[in-house]
Structure formats: structure tokens, C-alpha cells
């Protein structure tokens, strides 16, 4: 066993994210998707593809397109040497962030130096809730909450944590515009990979609407519940796309040259009530916080998921998050929400906004549906 | 040269895009053309523009998403050559002698020599339109005149002229009948043909005579409707529908074009209150409002008519005047009543009815035309003719006579006779000469009402009868109140079962109403429960699946043939038939859970089964059962019979006849190609979810209640629905057989069928004719 003392995160890709059914990936299979980000990633960092231990793959819904081991289907697809393995993770939208999470642990036990950790989601061509939803009735009768929508959780948030219809508007047009300008500035460029789809290339983001305005946005009808405050613009959309990060020991990487984005100081998963699922990122970011030993005042980049507008104001609210540190590109409303490539991006974007912007930790952090948060603590190198 | 593979409209104004719509209906693909506009990027931007319009057109102008991709844009600029493809070129342009003919100058450089080219003029004559054209121009040139909106109405008026090529009129007229389901009414060249010529002649007396005689619009158009079968719009009611504003320049053209001697002239009136209108915006419905208007100020819904002694609105009173009431037993009563209403009738219906009598021959040969005109471009249900008859001749002219008004002719001749009558079992009609004539009809048209003529049903209850369709083939025809079914319908289709049986090959269920069936007798189910005689009611449930399941399985094919809507029941007789013929315009869904119950005579099990090897849909127990309660529970409809296939109410290899008219011979001879050989199907098993599946259909409905779609009892009937469609205690390792769905829909409908809310829902539909949103 070599003497591993820290992982770091030494690339990050993501293809375009679009909207699902009516974006330009509807029509591409997701594990295709996948694949490119996969061999991109591997060109850009210039790993060695033969030092690769293992290609872990998160995915929220991995049945259809995204059954059998996507991962290894993937790795062939990306013509991985057929020694790197595939294992195919899934916990709803933190996946690919729990693929990190087990990249991370496989290194510090010794089985492994070099991981690609991604996620991958169409919710194009595959539902959410899957082709058959087959929930068990015994726990639906003592526990209807473990498979409550998402939308009716978002709800539920905004209520007990009295996050006004105003408030999410706010929140959702702040990110629309983070992110619109983030695009015409040019800042997403670097992290996209161009898909090739039947002989077009697609490059851009599809989902992000810069020029929505609080106005708009409250001529909506509620979403999920006629009294309630939450509408398709104050949540995430459907949406089609995958992500990657590199993620190998600190050694691997400065002997091999890599470019290292940052370094991994602690994780943390935690369970909450399924029916404010949102709040999940509460207790699982104050555990890593804890875990690395800092506060939430030491962090000058948060990536936290916006699944919901009223779900990410609760958890900033709840962690003392600084706003100028929040989603400084654009959040999930914004950019949209694959839900198995969310974490890899996550993560990917804080190690890069870290690099970026300066500044000593990083949180990248998600809700889970069925009650759960993750988080991940970074460094800067 | 005999088929039409490929068409073009030429000009993208709401008739031209909405004849385009219709050919594309047909499955032929079509090309939309209009001008460049001036200084437009994108050069076929009117077409365009068009065929977005038709997408959302309400009620709908495609009867299928593939329909609408068979339409290609362009502009008469760029894609002029395109025409060189086309067999059939219609022109839909604006209505400028001058525009159209340097229009029929281009086309005629491009068309390939023997293609059709017709106008859809209303007003110039063909004559005109072919002035100064090629010969070759004029032999390919007819007149196709369509009524809005073209899918919809089934009247098609063609004028050929004499140099007109026989061949190419019997090529177009074939493609409207067959493929556009149209009836070709053959007219004259002369101004307004025959529909718009005698309902503009019937409108503008029916609009100035009330004004004369001092009529309220509710009592005019309480006259000018059922009294008479004319829709019950009336007068009134129509113009709003139509838009006031176009009857004065339809009466300009008319009365510019028609001769000074026409009778047409005597009936115009001038009437400032309409000027007035069109000025202030109270166009009709498309309006600010019109005779009628719905006032909403204060956030009510006052339904409001105008007075038409000085122009202001009053909330609308419904006319129910005793002549009127009368006149639904006997219409000359109405006539010769010494009231307003009378007075009003016998002004406006004598005039009316002695001016189409006068248009034979002026506009067309015979009564037969003129009739199917009024009846399929104004729906009428009795052509002026058969008016006539019901009125009598001799009656009319002495009304004529007392008025001091001309008595033609023709109407002179028929005064000790009737226009119509049946002579060894064939209608006929009387010519000018006074000889009757046989009807023909086209090949491939079969009526049941000719046969009704002829023959004695073999079977007959109350509810339903049974005919000879000959060459083995019986009729089952339902002729309960809007062919609701009940007891007596389920008791015959046994009976016709076993005659079919033992003496014949094939059963088509088929009916000339315009509805095939509205579904169950709800009046006598809700009269069974307020008695609490349940047993009643679940016996019926069974008696309808054990006629539906025989039907299914019998020894020989069974062919249905629906129109219109095919509802509920109507729609479960359908999914229980060896195939569908079905008439493009009919209207299918189960619609039960409307009423709080749920599908019971089979409906689920049909669905399920028809889904579930659907080779398309995804794997597992769970997308059929999904699908099926998607439509079911929010009590889907298909718009067409084309879309009746997209929810598999139909199967694909279900047939679709354009011409309502046709229907039967269709039907008849699917029938009989199935009889051949003819093995019944074998029982399917099928794979469902159980309760699984049912807590998450639950959930999704559940969903939809906080979204504020369904209701509160929609929950209720929802939760019944989805433990039928997923098998209630079904295990999905464990095939579910057709019997336990069966008990499933019939234990599903009896639970829901006992609860108030459903009862209060069905007493709402039977009274309001709504279903109650409880």
C-alpha cells in the first residue's frame, strides 16, 4: 500500500446541459453523451488511460439507455483500455458526487491512484420515476413522504422555512442572470464539451433564460400544489447532460504533471425527513464543515445545488451562506439539472471557481430525494 | 394521370390553408403557396404563418400530427416550378378577376398538360376565369367551391364549363368524394351556385322580415330553426356566427351579379341597424358582440340580445311561443297561424322555398342538388324540396298566390304531386318534365335509410333493430334515444348473435344517427340507484360484459362502423369488434370517469390488453396501465378517427372512410373479407402490477389534485380506476386472465356507483347536460 496522503481534483468537463424532450440531446442516448465527456476529459488533463483504476458513473435513473452497467458500457463506448473497470452509483441527484466520494475513499485505502468519476442523466429518455414506478404500498401506507414528488417537497420547505413566492423569484432571476452572463463572458466555455450529434456540434448551455425578469416569473401558475409558491421558473428543469471530474492522489498527480484544481478535505452524507428533502444539504454540509475543521465563514466558493429556489434560500439561510459566494456562475435553475451529472458538475465547478477566483475552501453540496444531503469539502492547492 | 398523388393550394387565406389541411387529411401531400410579401426575409411567411394557424385552429383543421406534416410551404415566387409535380392545382386567391387570371397565366407555364386546376371562387363565373386562357387551360379548368371550414363541411359545389374536360371533373369529383369525403353537388356556372345563392336569398328575408314584422331575434330564430330543421342558430344566430360584417358584401356580389329580373332583388331591405353595428365592432362572435352578446361586466355572464327597435341589449329571453311548439307536429300549422310568428314563417319560408324552385334549372338540374346543397353547406336537415313536400305544394302556392307573389313553374307542376316519393322500394324525384327518376347513387355508397325503403327489419326491439344487409351481412342499428344503450340494445345483440350464427357470416354494427352511441342509458342507471335496486344495476354490468365478451369470441366477425361519437359503451362496443370501420369524423373515448364511474362492459380490459403489446412502449408491467389510466381518468376523446388511433381506440389496421356515405359499403365489405377463413380471436393473459402500481397511479392523480386539476371525487374514481387497470391483488410474476379484469370493472363500478358524488354527477349530466366538477 503506497503512502497516500490527499485526493485531488485534477480535471472537470461537462457536456452542454439542455432542456429535456425539446433540447439538442433529446435525440442523443445518454451513455453516447457520457462517452464524449469521458474521452474528452482524458485529452484535456493528458492522464494516462492505462493508470485509470476505475470509471464510476452516477445516475439517478439507471434503467433503459442508462441500464446494465452504463459505467462499463461507457468506458467502451470512450474506448477506455479495456483494464479500466466500471461501476455505475446511484443516489438520486447526489450520484455523481457520491462517485467522488467512493473515488476519493478507494484512493486513501490504497486500491487506486487515478479515478474518472461522472454522472450522466437524460431525462429525455428517461423519466424520472423511471418506465415503472413500483413503489412499495406497506411503506406508502406507514411512510407516504419516502416517495413524495419533489415539487410537493420544495413546497413543504417553502412553507415551514417561510420562503416567499417574492424570495424564489428573486433567487431564480439572480441565477438566470449569474449564469447568462457567466455564458456571454465566456466563463462556461472552458468547462464544456462539445457533443457531436449526427453531424452537428453542440457547444452551448440550452436552459438558461438571461433575459427572465421577476415579472415574468410571477405571471406563472404554481407548479405542484394550486395554493402553493413554487412554479417551473423557481425550479430546476428537466434536463439532459453529463459531467465529469479526474480525481487521483495528490502524488499521482504531481509526478505525472497534472493540473490540479483543488484538493479534497472532507465529505459527508446525512439523512433528514423525506418530506423537506430540500433542507438536505444542512447537515451534511455542517458535518464536512466540521470534518475539515473550518466554518462556513472560512468558505469563499459554495456550489449549492439549486434543485428548488425555496430549498436553496432554506439551506443558504440555515449554513450562513455569504451571497456573493453562492453559485457565482449560475445555479441549477439557471443552467438545469441531469439529475446523475449535478454532483460531478458541483464539485468540478467549485474546484474550478476556487482556481478562479482565489480564496482557501470550497462546498459544493446537493439535495437528495427520499431525505439526504451530501456535501464536499475542497482546498486550494 | 387518373390518381391525384400530389396537390397544390395556391393562396393561404383561411379557405385555401383550410382546403389544404383536408387534402393532407386525406394522406396527400400537399403544397401551400401564397405571395412574397414586400420586403419580407423570409419569403414564405404567409404559408407559413398559415399552417401555424391550422396547428392550433379550434375546432381542429388537421385530424392527425402526421396530416399536418404532409403540408409544405412555399411562395408562388420560388416554388411556381413545384406546381409541375402536382395533379391537382387549386387556387384559393383573393376574389380580383385580374389577380386570379395572371396567376392561371404563370400556372399554365408550369403544369404538367391534363393537370386539374380549379378555383374556389364564390362569385366570378368560370366563364370569366378562362377568358383569354390556352384551350389546353380551359379543357383542365373547373370550379371546386369548399364551405368553411373545409374539413368540416361536406358540401363540395363544382361547375364545369363546356369546354371543361369530362375526365378531369370525374377525376377531381372522385378524389373530393372518396378522399375528401365530400358531396359533390354538380351546379351551374351562375352567381353564388346554389348554397350561398339560396341561404344569402334565405338569410337577408329571415334578417329584414323580422325587422318587418316586428320580431324579437329570440322569436325569429325560435321560426327560422327547428320548426323548419335549420340549426337551432336560426337567423340571428347564424349571422353572429358568420360575422355580420361579410353578409353585406356577400349581398353586393349577389345582387351586382344576378340579373334585374331575379327574384333575389325583391327580398333586399335596407337596414341601418347593421350598418350601425358593423361601424361600432358588434360583428358577431368574433366581435365585440353581435345580435346576442355574453355580458360579462361586474364578473358575471349575462347572456344578453339585441333589441332590434333601437339597438341596445337586453338579457337574452328565450321565445316559446305555442305556434312554434306546435310546429313540430305539423309545419304548415305554423304557416298559416294568424300570429307575428306565423306571419313571419309563411313571409320568409314561401319566398324562400318558391326561390329555389325557380333555380331549377337556373342553378341546377334537379331538386336532388339543390337540396343536398342546403342540407350539407347551410345543415339543413330537409332540403327546400323535401320542405316542401313535408308542407305540401298545394299549400305553398296558395300561400304564394294570397302574398300575391309569382308561382314558378316548376313548383306550378308539382302542385298535385310531392318532389320525392318511393316507388318499388327506390326513392325518386320529380323532373321538370314531371317524370320521376330513380336516385342513384355513386358506387360504394350504401344507406341504410335506402334500405330501410325496401325491407322489414329481421329483428327489432324498442332499442335497436336488426337488417339485411344482404350477401350474408346483417345490420345491428341502434335506435334508442341518442342511441344510448340500455337492456333492450344488450338483449338484441344477443338475439342478432345467434341469427348470425346460424344463418349468415357477419355482423356490421352500424347506425345513421349523428352520434354512433353517447354510451350507457345513465337516466335509467340513476333510476336504479335512487331505488337502491343495485343488484339491477350490477346485473346490467354483467349482461353488457357478457354480450360484449360474446361479440368478441363469436364464430363469425363482427365489424362496427361508428360516426360522430362513440362513447363509453358506444366506444367498448368498438374495442370488442373483430375491426373498426370507422367515418373520419368520429369522436371515441371512454369518458366514464366524467360521470364518476368507470369503464365496465370490457373498456379497461380492451385498453390494457391493446397497450400492453404495443411493441413500442416500454417494457414491465407498469407503462400500459399507466397509459391506459392517463386517457381514461381524464376521459380522453379523440378529435378524429385518425387520432382515435394514436390512443389505440382504434387499432392501426382499423379502417378510416373519408365520405360518411360510404361508410356502410366499407364496413359491409370488411366484413366479408373477414368472414373468409374467419377464426376467432383466442383470450390474452395479462402482466399487471398490482398494488404497486396502484399506489403509484394513486399518487399521480394525487398529484394532479394539488395542482388543482382534479377534484376531490375525481380522487376517489381514480383510486377505483387504478386498482382495476393494475390488476387489484395482482401479482406481475402471475398472468392476470380477462375474467379477473372483468370482475375488477365490475366490483370497480359498483363501489363507485354507490357513492352520492357520483350519483350527483350523473343527475347534473342528464339535467344540465354538464358534468358536475364535484
Redesign the interface.
Known amino acids: 500500500m503506497s503512502n497516500v496522503s490527499n485526493v485531488v481534483i485534477a480535471g472537470y468537463a461537462r457536456s452542454p446541459f439542455a432542456p429535456a424532450k425539446k433540447g439538442d440531446l433529446a435525440r442523443v442516448r445518454p451513455d453516447d453523451i457520457a462517452a464524449q465527456v469521458v474521452r474528452e476529459l482524458i485529452a484535456r488533463t493528458k492522464v494516462n488511460p492505462d493508470d485509470i483504476e476505475d470509471l464510476i458513473v452516477g445516475c439517478a435513473f439507471p434503467e433503459?439507455e442508462q441500464g446494465f452497467n452504463i459505467a462499463r458500457l461507457i468506458g467502451m463506448i470512450a474506448d477506455l483500455p479495456q483494464s479500466v473497470a466500471g461501476v455505475t452509483v446511484n443516489r438520486f441527484c447526489g450520484s455523481s458526487m457520491q462517485a467522488i466520494h467512493m473515488a476519493a475513499g478507494q484512493i486513501l485505502l490504497g486500491a487506486g491512484d487515478v479515478f474518472i468519476c461522472a454522472g450522466i442523466e437524460s431525462m429525455s429518455r428517461v423519466p424520472m420515476?423511471g418506465?415503472?414506478?413500483?413503489?412499495?404500498?406497506a411503506l406508502?401506507a406507514k411512510n407516504a413522504a419516502a416517495?413524495m414528488?419533489m415539487?410537493?417537497t420544495a413546497e413543504n420547505v417553502a412553507s415551514k422555512w417561510q420562503i416567499t413566492r417574492a424570495d424564489q423569484e428573486a433567487f431564480a432571476v439572480a441565477s438566470q442572470q449569474k449564469a447568462a452572463k457567466a455564458q456571454a463572458d465566456g466563463r462556461l466555455k472552458d468547462e464544456i464539451v462539445p457533443i457531436r450529434v449526427n453531424g452537428k456540434t453542440i457547444e452551448l448551455d440550452g436552459c438558461i433564460r438571461g433575459e427572465t425578469t421577476t415579472a415574468d416569473l410571477a405571471a406563472l401558475k404554481?407548479?405542484?400544489?394550486?395554493n402553493?409558491t413554487v412554479t417551473a421558473g423557481t425550479s430546476s428543469p428537466l434536463t439532459d447532460g453529463a459531467s465529469a471530474v479526474l480525481v487521483c492522489s495528490e502524488d499521482y498527480a504531481s509526478k505525472h504533471g497534472l493540473d490540479v484544481l483543488a484538493r479534497l478535505r472532507s465529505v459527508a452524507v446525512a439523512g433528514c425527513a423525506p418530506e423537506i428533502m430540500g433542507i438536505g444539504p444542512v447537515d451534511a454540509t455542517r458535518k464536512a464543515l466540521s470534518r475539515a475543521g473550518i466554518a462556513m465563514d472560512d468558505v469563499s466558493v459554495v456550489e449549492l445545488n439549486e434543485a428548488f429556489a425555496s430549498q436553496a434560500i432554506a439551506c443558504a439561510r440555515d449554513l450562513g451562506v455569504k451571497p456573493e459566494t453562492l453559485n457565482i456562475d449560475g445555479g441549477a435553475i439557471a443552467l438545469g439539472h441531469p439529475l446523475g451529472a449535478t454532483g460531478a458538475r458541483i464539485v468540478g465547478k467549485a474546484a474550478s471557481l476556487l482556481k478562479r477566483e482565489g480564496g482557501r475552501y470550497a462546498v459544493a453540496t446537493q439535495c437528495i430525494g427520499g431525505g439526504q444531503g451530501i456535501a464536499t469539502v475542497l482546498e486550494r492547492v | 394521370m387518373s390518381e391525384i398523388r400530389k396537390a397544390a393550394v395556391i393562396g393561404a387565406g383561411v379557405m385555401g390553408a383550410g382546403i389544404a389541411a383536408h387534402i393532407a387529411n386525406a394522406g396527400v401531400e400537399v403544397l401551400l403557396l401564397d405571395i412574397v410579401p414586400e420586403g419580407a426575409s423570409n419569403r414564405s411567411a404567409i404559408a407559413e404563418k398559415a399552417v401555424e394557424r391550422l396547428l392550433k385552429a379550434e375546432p381542429a383543421a388537421f385530424m392527425s400530427k402526421r396530416a399536418a406534416k404532409l403540408v409544405k410551404t412555399g411562395n408562388v415566387e420560388d416554388d411556381l416550378d413545384a406546381l409541375a409535380d402536382c395533379d391537382w392545382i387549386v387556387e384559393a386567391v383573393v376574389e380580383r378577376l385580374d389577380v386570379k387570371q395572371a396567376l392561371y397565366k404563370k400556372i399554365d407555364t408550369v403544369r404538367k398538360p391534363g393537370t386539374a386546376v380549379s378555383s374556389n371562387t364564390s362569385t366570378i363565373p368560370l366563364a370569366a376565369l378562362i377568358d383569354g386562357l390556352s384551350e389546353g387551360f380551359g379543357r383542365d379548368f373547373l370550379i371546386t367551391h369548399f364551405f368553411n371550414p373545409p374539413r368540416y363541411m361536406r358540401l363540395l359545389e363544382i361547375v364545369s364549363g363546356p369546354a371543361t374536360d369530362p375526365a378531369t371533373v370525374k377525376r377531381v369529383s372522385t378524389f373530393a368524394d372518396v378522399k375528401l369525403g365530400k358531396t359533390v353537388v354538380n351546379c351551374k356556372d351562375t352567381p353564388g351556385f346554389i348554397a350561398n345563392r339560396l341561404g344569402t336569398q334565405w338569410m337577408q328575408l329571415a334578417v329584414g322580415e323580422a325587422f318587418a314584422l316586428g320580431l324579437t331575434v329570440e322569436e325569429a330564430d325560435s321560426v327560422m330553426g327547428r320548426p323548419f330543421g335549420i340549426p337551432k342558430t336560426g337567423v340571428f344566430g347564424l349571422m353572429d356566427l358568420v360575422g355580420i360584417d361579410l353578409m353585406p358584401h356577400v349581398l353586393n356580389s349577389l345582387q351586382r351579379a344576378l340579373p334585374k329580373d331575379d327574384p333575389f332583388h325583391k327580398g333586399t331591405r335596407d337596414l341601418p341597424l347593421i350598418g350601425e353595428m358593423i361601424e361600432s365592432g358588434l360583428t358577431g362572435r368574433k366581435g365585440k358582440g353581435g345580435f346576442y352578446r355574453l355580458n360579462r361586466d361586474g364578473g358575471g355572464k349575462v347572456k344578453e340580445a339585441i333589441d332590434l327597435t333601437n339597438g341596445t341589449y337586453r338579457r337574452e329571453e328565450k321565445a316559446r311561443l305555442p305556434e312554434v311548439e306546435a310546429a313540430a307536429k305539423k309545419v304548415s300549422a305554423l304557416l298559416t297561424a294568424p300570429t307575428p310568428a306565423g306571419r313571419y314563417a309563411l313571409s320568409v319560408m314561401a319566398r324562400t322555398l318558391s326561390y329555389a324552385a325557380w333555380l331549377v334549372p337556373e342553378a341546377a338540374d334537379d331538386v336532388v342538388a339543390i337540396d343536398e346543397a342546403m342540407r350539407l353547406g347551410y345543415n339543413w336537415k330537409w332540403g327546400p324540396f323535401e320542405l316542401i313536400d313535408r308542407i305540401g305544394a298545394a299549400t305553398l302556392i296558395k300561400a304564394l298566390e294570397g302574398m300575391g307573389e309569382p308561382v314558378p313553374e316548376f313548383l306550378a307542376l308539382a302542385h298535385d304531386k310531392t318532389f320525392y316519393r318511393v316507388e318499388n322500394g327506390k326513392r325518386q324525384y320529380l323532373g321538370r318534365d314531371g317524370v320521376y327518376r330513380d336516385i342513384v347513387r355513386p358506387e360504394g355508397v350504401l344507406l341504410l335509410s335506402d334500405i330501410k325503403l325496401v325491407s322489414e327489419p329481421v329483428l327489432k326491439n324498442g332499442s335497436a333493430s336488426v337488417w339485411d344487409l344482404g350477401d350474408g351481412v346483417l345490420c345491428f342499428e341502434f335506435t334508442s334515444k341518442s342511441n344510448s344503450l340500455d337492456e333492450g340494445i344488450i338483449s338484441l345483440l344477443g338475439k342478432a348473435s345467434r341469427l348470425v350464427k346460424d344463418k349468415h357470416k357477419a355482423l356490421v354494427i352500424y347506425n345513421e344517427g349523428s352520434n354512433f352511441s353517447v354510451g350507457a342509458n345513465l337516466g335509467l342507471a340513476l333510476f336504479a340507484c335512487n331505488i337502491a335496486a343495485f343488484g339491477e344495476v350490477e346485473k346490467l354490468v354483467a349482461a353488457g360484459q357478457q354480450a360484449y365478451q360474446a361479440l368478441k369470441y363469436a364464430p363469425f366477425p363482427v365489424v362496427s362502423a361508428p360516426a360522430g361519437m362513440a362513447l363509453g359503451g358506444g366506444c367498448e362496443i368498438l374495442l370488442h369488434s373483430d375491426a373498426v370501420q370507422a367515418y373520419a369524423e368520429s369522436y371515441i373515448g371512454l369518458v366514464e370517469c366524467g360521470v364518476g364511474v368507470l369503464p365496465g362492459w370490457g373498456g379497461c380490459k380492451e385498453m390494457l390488453t391493446r397497450w400492453q403489446t404495443d411493441p413500442a412502449l416500454?417494457?414491465?408491467?407498469?407503462?400500459a396501465p399507466s397509459k391506459v389510466f392517463e386517457m381514461v381518468s381524464t376521459a380522453t376523446v379523440s378529435k378524429s378517427a385518425a387520432e382515435a388511433k394514436e390512443y389505440k381506440f382504434l387499432r392501426d389496421s382499423d379502417g378510416i372512410t373519408m365520405n360518411r356515405d360510404r361508410l356502410l359499403a366499407d364496413a359491409k365489405a370488411k366484413a366479408l373479407a373477414l368472414a373468409e377463413n374467419y377464426v376467432p380471436p383466442q383470450p390474452k393473459e395479462l402482466t399487471l402490477?398490482g398494488?404497486?402500481?396502484?399506489?403509484?397511479l394513486e399518487?399521480a392523480a394525487e398529484?394532479f389534485h394539488?395542482?388543482?386539476i382534479a377534484t376531490k371525487h375525481d380522487l376517489v374514481v381514480a383510486s377505483a380506476l387504478a386498482e382495476v387497470l393494475t390488476g387489484g391483488p395482482a401479482d406481475h410474476i402471475q398472468p392476470v386472465t380477462e375474467a379477473q379484469v372483468l370482475e375488477l370493472e365490475r366490483a370497480g363500478f359498483m363501489k363507485l356507483i354507490r357513492t352520492n358524488a357520483t350519483l350527483a354527477r350523473i343527475e347534473s349530466v342528464l339535467e344540465t347536460g354538464r358534468s358536475l366538477r364535484n
Open positions: 433503459a420515476t418506465f415503472n414506478p413500483m413503489p412499495n404500498p406508502h416517495y414528488g415539487g410537493d404554481p407548479a405542484f400544489d394550486q402553493g | 416500454p417494457k414491465g408491467p407498469m407503462p402490477p398494488p404497486s402500481g396502484r399506489v403509484a399518487m398529484g394539488k395542482r388543482g
